[in-house]
């Protein structure tokens, strides 16, 4: 990994705040991606990327998973994120919370299917 994309100790020190206040979505969605169940896929969940966190980045594969509350409608700076985070080579994907909590098999497929094909798949609708 270059070395502009290592965690600062502020970032490190968040990510582990968030892996202990996880929402229900991200609970459900770790408990099909935790222990390389996704076709041996390593996951981590809340992984510092650069000044960024990603809820879940398999880096192999260079997928960063994100889950999305309301408070992510339209958001800019999710947007600039994703930007940077392309730049550095990373593939993000967006689900929001209720389609995780309402169609976990799909939103699980979608993910398989973007390791497998090496490009994201369509956006899901809000």
């Not at 099909?32 to 809340?46: A, G, M, T, V």
């Not at 947007?79 to 098999?105: D, K």
Request: aromatic residues 8%; glycine residues 8%; positive net charge.
């Amino acid at each position: 990994m270059a070395s502009h994309l290592h965690a600062t100790p502020r970032s490190r020190g968040q990510a582990r705040r968030l892996r202990g206040d996880m929402t229900d979505a991200e609970k459900l969605l770790w408990s099909k991606l935790r222990r390389n169940q996704l076709d041996s896929h390593y996951f981590r969940r809340q992984m510092p990327v650069g000044s960024f966190i990603a809820d879940f980045c398999c880096a192999k594969a260079m997928l960063i998973v994100e889950v999305d509350g309301g408070q992510h409608a339209e958001n800019q700076r999710d947007a600039r994120r994703t930007e940077w985070l392309e730049q550095q080579g990373y593939r993000v994907v967006r689900f929001w919370n209720n389609e995780i909590l309402g169609n976990i098999e799909g939103v699980v497929s979608m993910i398989r299917a973007a390791l497998a094909s090496g490009a994201p798949p369509s956006p899901p609708s809000p």
